[in-house]
């Protein structure tokens, strides 16, 4: 009998959707309004839309009421009832408050691609159009274990601001056996409302690992717990083969856990058991369940419902009082249902029609109380409003502009401002006048703002296309609108119609209208869902429009959408994946009883009361408690500071009550010297446009700000109008000269943020004041910019503030580093305490704030202006509850103070606060006290600032302390500290502030350790506090490390804590990464650009060993390979080594700490800076306790690395060596004292010490003060000083160096005497030493005066006189004795007669004398740098200069060139200096080979020697005065050398060597320079002697320039050397580092490792001869500017951990080792190169024949280019040696370097470094412009993809979907096991299963092998049924009757 046939599935539900469209609103009428400007990169041509309407009225609706027959014929003939059409109770409209919407369906498959995913759109739209809090979904379909579904359910709905959370199951016990799609599976997603209350450890899937249901579990108030469960019962299936979820969940109760239970019954079963368990324990219920049954006649339902059970209410059915109806599309029955225990309130539910969902079920819909789920209803979040001005979308901004502009003109708003100004009267009127003027403007901007454009929702992206049918339903809402009598224009309406295409569009009949808009939404869906497919090509044909007109501008702005949205798209999704988790706006706040119990704020009155009560009402009180708040204070002051007392105190004269407060005083007297410094109101109150407007320029317009609503982008968009900007710089100005604050600016707005995730304690919350724009804006100029300029211009910036431009907290941090090693060199008692302060910005008294800011030159008018709107402030307050309505406001008689957080002068405020409290607190003496060890000079710095955090230091190193006293000191100057804060109306927060003691003690061997102070009670530190107690604060021990300022140390040396930090921030990214399912090249630049940059910071300061940060992330990037397509079996040694070497890539910290360090030595090592001094400092401890070289960093760390303390110094020296690395330090004060003089301890060595002895020795030769051998001879130089044979008296000093301290054990004296003696034996030296070259360092004991006749004896800090006994030349005798210690006379050896009788043995001649140069060329030769006036000549007079600069006739012009055509690597200059009057003329010439030449650094290097010679003439002439005019026409250099800083050179900056040069030694000349800048080439527009002098004389510099580099041409450049005065260098090899150099440093480290790895038994790539003959830095370069994942497959492939079977055979017992194509070989990444079969090797060929194509495009010498393409085509069967000239020099050792190298080598990019010099030797002599490093790299990439080519044939013939390797083998195996049961037979099947042996295995080879995989399961499970049923037979015939 015939079936009829069924209408399909799919076309079935694609009707019922369109039905469903009834119920949906999603294109509001709102949304669809038309704008000017749909989008920034074209307008729309509206007459071009008439195409798409070409079919008229009258068709259209006849044509749409027949697809409405045609649907509901459709439906009819399906077998769709009625009842699936219609809504089951009433349709959800939008969510009211307090509810919680829950959705229910089952979603028949749910793809798991993100883009071009119809169904997933759907359910989103659902999701935001019903504003859903949980989707609940079953039957998803996704094998969850497949590599393709790598988007978990959180990512798939993610896109909206509500946070999302998901929990997903699928049958995990098949995942292997299916593919993507799996049958069955559930899921659900929580959007937002309920995240706080989401317990994500109790949520989950249940334990069976079927996926059968998941729960997700709400925790809220008194215990109450909301479990929501979702499940999906398997519908019966007889089909044992099936893939269904019946079938899959028999399968696994079969086979694992012996249990023939129908899957259907263990489903409910195991389900209703587990709810009665949660509902036995209180949890309240809600159950989501496709039961594919009868949810109101069959078990399930009953059992859910029972009363005496779970007692739970089918929601739906109890809400709307009638029974469910079908709920599939073809059913009759409900077979799905909702319920709920009756603790859940319902207040809405209902079903939608069949077709409103995404699945062939119908939709459910559940509103339930939220009070009843968690116990109290979550506050609904807030959020602001867009903004409709957006400067960064064309023509807006314009349009803006033009409203305003004309409004502001209209109403005459500046005028009225000047008038006010003009003619205002008194502050108050003006006042007035001024706030009526506000107020209009803002009215104005705000209208302005409203009418710029309109703002799109954006679901639709922009195309023409979308824009067609968006407009069309624009028209048509306007044809129903004049239906309605809304709209009169007849004939706009109809020409907008016309433009639309639409004709007759007033004679549409209102269904008509309908119809049409139905179809309108249609499409508008349409292009919602693949939208983005039209807009890229939107964007890419406007591009190509842009490109043929050749619009750049156009072409720009467009490139920069495609980019902005290519980059949005790809940072939200590794946002997403592995952002952190940071605070949110509160809805909860908690604040401390006094009983220790919290007390909480729930709603938003609440809340808004604890946070005023709490951070308004104590917070900026707090500076109350300043001594000025307080009596006389008070009244003297007041809250402004502008009275007579104030102008006493910046006077200097005020009576300071004898009583007052110490701390307050000393401010008063610090104000006052200040005060006299900096000029009076020197810092102008004067806003004039260009400093308006440079001030919006670079601000970011999506800052927040105002409680006005006048953003950030109202004054940026202002900024193109001289009206707008005048219009505000005009105001701030009124109100600065004047000194009052506007009422707007008496508003702010205070957000509440949680400072940490989930903590909601008043006292942990962030409150950031948004002040107006500006308001601030016009601070941050005064303060921020104009104070500090001051502030920096009189030279009170101090060097402890870290906050200031130019430096860093990194800085901050390094010198904190740098303390504890000096007080660990010196080893003498040291403190240090980190202190911090109680909310700075917020306890600031006003008074003291006015004091100092007028002492810094700000007028009093403008601190009123700044600080009124402070004390008047009213404080509204943002939080998730929105804007509140109150605000809190100080009282009448005690105003609010400090400068608030967000304030704009705030920072500025601090540091000049800062500034001043440091100036009185060094004025008492306190802070630590540097001293150079060889130079003695001397340094103060008291501390390490950084904001709040400061970290107080006490050392002296001028003289000893005990460890009390430093204690003392300690004490006394934190509390000093602390009372210039009081004094400020701040405080210490004891809780936070900690300290250190440190002191040392040794051992009776001599070693040193710390002394455990901390445990003694007597070294208790205090703080004092505003009340006038004491606090005591923690004790740290020495080796406890702690963070400040981001960086962990200790004043052991600990990097414990350093190591540990960098392990745990990787190890939680890896942890993210492998959580956030990324795509492998998403891991590798995440870990670049987000891991990398986390760790990097303070690496720089981390002293830890070499080896100890080469091994540090050894197992975190083991983590790492997997996830990145990396096998985590690699070799160790290929991880961290660069990928530029054909290594992994990951960092190596050990290289990037040596970066570091280098970068920070080249930046601070010489300067004035606080890391620069000790830095200095300890480079000479180093240099004192190595005592072997005067390079101590190029001495041997291996040999000697053990005499000396570990610091960062010797951390550096240790990574310096390893990697032969120079470091060349020129400003050590510091020589041999005699001609033939030695190092002492490398004399030692020379006798032949081993390294324990001379750790003896160099403790005993520290405590006796000895470095050289001339230290221990007598005066004459040839025999041993026998005071060294004793040991020094501690009280005594034997130099004049200061060593560290010692104290050597017994046996280390008794070494140490017998070591010297063998160094100056009995005898004397062989050699004596030469004459003195000066007096040295050593204390000479004895000195004599023969002339005067005597000599003194120096003993016990005393002098004896000794003179002459009569009749006697050697014999002396005691005259006088105790006489005061005075250096007189030569130094001399004696030998005691008796107790006052002594003979002189030897006496030392004079010291050889100095000669002073005379000439300027003598003292440039002093400087060193000889290379750089190798060509210098003078003209006239050899010091003519003097008398020009004196008579200020001096001109000096330098130009530099750089020509990289000729050579890339030198940048040559010429300078010249001339005397306008004829004096004379000095000029020169130099080139300079560096990496880093360019024409800039030319410029630079020209003006350096300028500055030299100019410095040279003031040697010669101290008081030099006079002027001179350096000209240039580099602006940029001459900008850069004028604004230098003081100290340092700025971070990052480009060519310091030079900078810091004259920025050292050329910045105090005692007369003036003038700079001037001159335009380039004057000489080519005009005639040479039509120029001024000054440009004539450039000209001659360029040309004299270029001169130079010709001459170069061909040559071989010089080894670059140091500059004259440069204090340090660090050298690469022949090249010197500068800042900027980083990456030199890294390719030369990693090309020794490198060198290592590849000669490494585990790599075994290259011999360390191979690997020298590769040209590695084409390869380097090459690489590193591939893709990454070309980089990590050109790593897998050298290295030979590629996926290749015998690589796969490793870890996959019985994987086929050979390989996949010639099925012959092993298969290694050597043979995919060398495989014969005929396919590969036919690729091999076509790739080389396309190398050669690239080689002929580029340039290539012929003859290299047929050597070379010979080479490769001979696949490793031919000799480069076979192919060349023989007698060719250069071809033969192209030969011998590339056989060396081997093919495959080369096949993998790794060229030999004689193709490179052969092919730039061809390039220079050709034409082409094409550099040799770009033809290297770009062969490299070339030969690379040859190779790659190979394994893209290889992987498509292995892992085609049908017909690849791995699944033929799969396929195989398949085979085999069904043959297998096949040849079972029917035994051990149950006749029901006989037909599952009936399998054509000849599908097998068209398939994918699923179904016979499935096909397999079955029949082992059949096989296991019938044994199970077998066993319980035979158990049941045995037991018993």
Not at 328 to 351: E, H, M, S
Not at 1685 to 1694: D, E, L, P, T, V
Request: aromatic residues 8%; hydrophobic residues 35%.
């Amino acid at each position: 009998m015939g079936q009829m046939n069924r209408t399909k599935h799919g076309k079935v539900l694609s009707a019922l959707e369109k039905r469903a469209l009834r119920y949906k609103n999603r294109f509001s009428r709102e949304e669809l309004k038309d704008g000017n400007e749909i989008d920034e990169t074209g307008t729309i041509a509206t007459e071009g839309l008439a195409d798409e309407d070409s079919v008229n009225s009258d068709s259209r609706g006849e044509e749409k009421c027949r697809a409405e027959i045609l649907q509901q014929e459709m439906l009819e003939a399906s077998g769709v009832s009625d009842d699936v059409l219609k809504v089951h109770g009433v349709a959800p409209g939008s969510k009211p408050d307090g509810v919680f919407r829950l959705v229910y369906e089952n979603c028949n498959g749910l793809s798991n691609k993100i883009s071009d995913n119809d169904k997933l759109e759907k359910a989103r739209e659902i999701n935001d159009e019903l504003e859903v809090d949980v989707a609940c979904y079953n039957e998803h379909r996704q094998n969850l274990m497949h590599k393709d579904n790598r988007n978990g359910f959180s990512q798939l709905f993610r896109g909206g601001e509500a946070e999302v959370r998901s929990v997903a199951a699928h049958n995990a016990h098949e995942g292997k056996e299916t593919g993507r799609v799996q049958e069955g599976g559930t899921a659900m997603v929580l959007f937002g409302q309920l995240i706080e209350q989401y317990d994500f450890e109790a949520s989950g899937r249940e334990d069976s690992g079927l996926g059968r249901w998941v729960v997700m579990v709400f925790r809220g108030e008194n215990g109450i717990t909301t479990r929501i469960v979702c499940g999906y019962n398997p519908c019966y299936n007889r089909k044992k083969q099936s893939k269904t979820s019946y079938q899959q969940a028999r399968r696994y109760y079969i086979t694992k856990e012996k249990d023939l239970t129908c899957p259907r019954k263990r489903f409910r079963d195991d389900l209703i058991n587990q709810l009665v368990q949660w509902r036995e324990e209180g949890d309240r219920l809600i159950v989501c369940l496709d039961a594919n049954e009868d949810i109101y006649t069959k078990e399930i339902g009953r059992r859910l419902t029972a009363a005496d059970g779970l007692g739970m209410n089918e929601v739906v059915g109890e809400y709307t009082g009638s029974r469910l109806g079908a709920t599939y599309f073809r059913g009759t029955k409900p077979i799905d249902g909702v319920w709920a225990t009756n603790d859940l309130q319902v207040v809405g539910a209902c079903v939608m029609p069949a077709g409103y969902g995404i699945g062939d079920h119908r939709l459910f819909v559940v509103d339930f109380r939220i009070d009843s789920m968690v116990g109290v209803t979550p506050p609904k979040i807030v959020r602001l409003a867009a903004r409709r001005l957006n400067t960064k979308i064309p023509h807006v901004a314009e349009k803006y502009q033009a409203i305003l502009e004309a409004k502001m003109v209209e109403h005459k708003l500046n005028s009225r401002l000047i008038d006010a100004e003009r003619n205002g009267g008194s502050v108050e009127e003006i006042r007035k006048k001024v706030n009526g003027v506000d107020r209009d403007s803002k009215q104005y901007m705000i209208h302005a703002e409203a009418k710029c454009r309109k703002i799109k929702s954006g679901r639709i992206p922009f195309s023409p296309e979308a824009s067609v049918w968006i407009r069309r339903r624009q028209v048509y809402e306007s044809l129903l609108r004049r239906l309605d009598g809304k709209i009169r224009n007849r004939s706009n309406l109809r020409r907008s119609a016309q433009r639309c295409g639409i004709s007759n569009p007033l004679k549409l009949s209102r269904r008509e209208i309908h119809q049409r808009i139905e179809i309108c939404e249609e499409k508008c869906k349409y292009f919602e869902r693949h939208g983005h497919r039209y807009r890229r090509k939107h964007l890419r044909d406007r591009l190509a429009v842009a490109r043929k007109n050749g619009n750049k501008v156009a072409e720009e702005k467009i490139m920069a959408i495609i980019q902005r949205e290519k980059e949005r798209s790809f940072w939200r999704r590794m946002n997403f994946a592995m952002s952190k988790r940071t605070g949110r706006s509160v809805t909860m706040v908690q604040r401390e009883t006094s009983d220790g119990g919290l007390e909480e704020a729930r709603t938003q009155e609440e809340v808004e009361h604890m946070v005023w009560e709490e951070i308004h009402g104590k917070r900026f009180y707090l500076a109350e408690q300043a001594p000025i708040c307080k009596g006389r204070l008070r009244g003297d002051f007041g809250y402004m500071a502008n009275t007579t007392a104030a102008k006493a105190v910046l006077a200097g004269e005020y009576d300071f009550p004898l009583d007052g407060h110490q701390g307050t005083k000393d401010i008063f007297d610090e104000v006052a010297r200040i005060w006299s410094i900096v000029p009076k109101n020197s810092v102008s109150t004067d806003l004039r446009r260009p400093a308006w407007k440079e001030k919006w320029r670079g601000s970011y317009e999506k800052t927040s700000s105002s409680l006005s609503g006048l953003h950030f982008g109202h004054y940026i968009a202002g900024t193109s109008s001289e009206i707008i900007s005048h219009h505000h710089a005009l105001k701030a100005s009124i109100c600065l000269k004047r000194g009052f604050s506007i009422d707007r600016w008496k508003g702010g707005m205070t957000c509440i943020l949680e400072k940490l995730p989930g903590c909601c304690l008043v006292t942990k919350l962030r409150a950031i004041l948004l002040m107006e724009a500006d308001y601030n804006a016009k601070n941050k100029i005064i303060y921020g910019v104009r104070m500090m300029d001051n502030a920096r211009l009189h030279k009170l910036m101090q060097e402890e503030i870290y906050s200031e431009q130019g430096r860093t907290a990194e800085d901050g941090a390094l010198a904190k580093i740098l303390f504890y090693d000096l007080v660990r060199q010196t080893r003498w008692p040291a403190s240090i305490a980190s202190i911090d302060a109680a909310n700075c910005y917020d306890s600031i008294a006003h008074a003291i704030a006015s004091l100092i800011f007028q002492a810094f030159g700000v007028p009093v008018e403008g601190v009123q202006a700044m600080l009124e709107a402070i004390q008047d402030m009213k404080y509204f307050l943002r939080t998730a509850y929105g804007d509140s309505k109150g605000c809190a406001q100080s009282k009448i008689e005690i105003k609010y103070q400090g400068l608030c957080q967000g304030n704009g002068a705030a920072p500025a405020g601090w540091a000049v606060i800062s500034i001043t409290v440091l100036r009185a607190h060094k004025r008492k003496g306190h802070g630590a006290t540097f001293m150079c060890p060889i130079s003695k000079v001397r340094s103060t710095l008291a501390a390490i600032l950084f904001v709040d955090d400061c970290d107080m230091l006490h050392i002296n190193m001028v003289e000893e302390e005990s460890v009390l006293e430093t204690f003392v000191n300690m004490q006394a100057s934190v509390k000093n500290w602390g009372e210039l804060l009081i004094a400020t109306g701040g405080a210490y927060k004891p809780p936070k502030c900690f300290y250190h003691l440190i002191s040392f003690v040794w051992d009776r061997n001599g070693n040193w350790d710390y002394d455990q102070n901390h445990r003694k009670e007597e070294y208790q530190l205090s703080v004092p506090m505003p009340d006038g107690s004491m606090e005591e604060i923690e004790h740290l021990p020495v080796t406890e490390s702690r963070e400040t300022l981001g960086v962990w140390s200790s004043p052991a040396g600990s990097t414990e804590g350093a190591m540990t930090r960098i392990t745990s921030k990787a190890r939680e990214w890896v942890a993210r990464a492998k959580e956030g399912k990324l795509r492998r090249r998403d891991v590798w630049f995440l870990m670049d650009c987000q891991l990398w940059l986390r760790l990097n910071y303070g690496l720089c300061c981390n002293t830890a060993p070499f080896e100890q940060l080469e091994n540090c992330l050894r197992k975190e990037y083991c983590d790492i390979l997997p996830i990145g397509g990396v096998i985590r079996s690699s070799p160790a040694p290929i991880r961290q080594m660069h990928k530029g070497f054909y290594g992994v890539g990951c960092p190596h910290l050990g290289i990037e700490c040596l970066i570091g360090q280098v970068s920070k030595l080249l930046m601070h090592y010489g300067c004035g800076s606080n890391v620069g001094i000790k830095s200095k400092i300890s480079y000479r401890r180093l240099l004192l306790e190595l005592g072997m070289s005067f390079q101590p960093l190029q001495a041997s760390f291996e040999k000697y690395g053990e005499l000396v303390t570990w610091c960062w110094m010797v951390s550096l020296w240790e990574k310096c060596e390893k990697f032969g690395i120079k470091v060349v330090v020129s400003d050590v004060e510091l020589e041999f004292p005699r001609e033939r003089d030695k190092w002492l301890m490398l004399e030692f060595v020379r006798v032949g010490y081993c390294l324990k002895d001379l750790r003896k020795l160099n403790r005993v030769r520290l405590h006796q003060q000895v470095l050289f051998l001339s230290d221990i001879v007598n005066a004459a130089g040839s025999d041993l000083d026998e005071r060294y044979l004793r040991k020094r008296p501690r009280a005594e000093k034997w130099s004049n160096l200061a060593f560290p301290k010692e104290k050597p054990a017994s046996a280390d004296f008794r070494l140490w005497a017998i070591a010297i003696r063998r160094v100056v034996p009995a005898g004397g030296l062989a050699l004596r030493l030469g004459r003195r070259m000066h007096d040295g360092y050593k204390h000479w004991e004895w000195r004599i005066n023969r002339r005067e006749q005597y000599l003194l004896h120096y003993t016990g800090g005393e002098m004896n006189v000794y003179e002459p006994v009569s009749n006697s030349r050697r014999r002396w005798k005691i005259v006088v004795a105790g006489c005061e210690q005075e250096t007189l006379g030569q130094p001399c050896s004696v030998r005691m007669q008796d107790e006052a009788t002594v003979s002189v043995v030897a006496t030392a001649d004079p010291p050889v004398p100095e000669e002073k140069p005379s000439t300027i060329r003598e003292v440039l030769g002093e400087w060193g740098g000889a290379w750089l006036w190798r060509s210098l000549k003078v003209v006239g007079e050899e010091n003519w200069i003097l008398d020009a600069i004196s008579a200020g006739t001096c001109l000096a012009v330098a130009d530099g060139s750089y020509i990289k055509e000729i050579t890339k690597d030198a940048c040559p200059s010429g300078f010249v200096l001339e005397c306008t009057e004829g004096r004379g003329r000095l000029i020169g010439s130099f080139p300079e080979a560096s990496k880093d030449a360019c024409a800039y650094r030319g410029e630079l290097l020209g003006l350096l020697a300028i500055h030299l010679i100019l410095l040279a003439a003031n040697k010669l002439r101290p008081d030099l005065q006079g002027k001179v005019e350096i000209v240039s026409d580099c602006l940029g250099a001459l900008s850069r050398i004028t604004t230098l800083p003081e100290n340092r050179i700025p971070s990052g900056c480009k060519h310091s060597d030079i900078l810091k040069v004259i920025m050292i030694h050329c910045r105090q000349f005692t007369f003036l320079t003038e700079y001037t800048h001159v335009d380039a080439h004057q000489d080519e527009k005009e005639a040479y002697v039509n120029l001024t002098r000054k440009s004539q004389l450039n000209c001659c510099m360029d040309s004299l320039a270029k001169k130079v580099i010709w001459l170069l041409m061909g040559e071989d450049l010089p080894a670059q050397e140091m500059l004259p005065l440069e204090l340090v260098a660090v050298f690469v090899g022949r090249e010197k580092m500068t800042s900027g150099s980083e990456d030199n440093i890294r390719f030369w480290c990693h090309r020794q490792l490198a060198k290592e790895t590849m000669a490494h038994k585990k790599v075994k790539v290259f011999d360390e001869t191979q690997f020298e003959e590769v040209h590695w830095r084409s390869c380097y370069g090459a690489l590193v500017a591939a893709p990454r994942m070309f980089q990590i497959w050109a790593c897998k492939q050298a290295m030979g951990v590629a996926g290749t079977n015998e690589m796969q055979a490793r870890y996959t017992p019985g994987h086929d080792k050979r390989c996949p194509s010639c099925n012959d070989a092993i298969e290694t990444c050597g043979h995919v190169l060398t495989c014969e079969e005929e396919g590969r090797v036919d690729i091999l060929h076509k790739s080389i024949d396309l190398l050669e194509r690239w080689m002929d495009d580029n340039d290539t010498d012929e003859k290299l280019r047929d050597v070379l393409i010979a080479y490769a085509h001979g696949r490793g069967g031919t000799r480069v040696l076979e192919l060349v000239p023989r007698r060719d020099r250069d071809y033969l050792l192209l030969a011998r370097s590339m056989d060396c190298i081997g093919w495959r080598r080369f096949m993998e990019g790794m060229i030999s470094k004689e193709i490179v010099k052969i092919q730039e030797e061809y390039l220079s002599q050709s034409e082409s412009r094409l550099t040799i490093r770009k033809w290297s790299e770009g062969l490299v990439i070339k030969l690379l993809e040859v190779t790659h080519g190979q394994w893209l044939y290889r992987n498509v013939q292995v892992h085609d979907f049908k017909t690849g390797d791995l699944v033929s083998k799969r396929k195989e195996e398949l085979r085999k096991a069904l043959e297998d049961q096949i040849e079972l037979g029917e035994e051990g099947l149950a006749n029901e299963d006989e037909y599952l042996l009936d399998i054509n295995l000849d599908d097998l080879d068209d398939s994918s092998g699923e179904d016979q995989a499935i096909w397999l399961l079955a029949l082992k499970a059949a096989r296991e049924a019938q044994r199970l049923r077998d066993r319980n037979a035979a158990l049941a015939s045995e037991a018993p009757d």
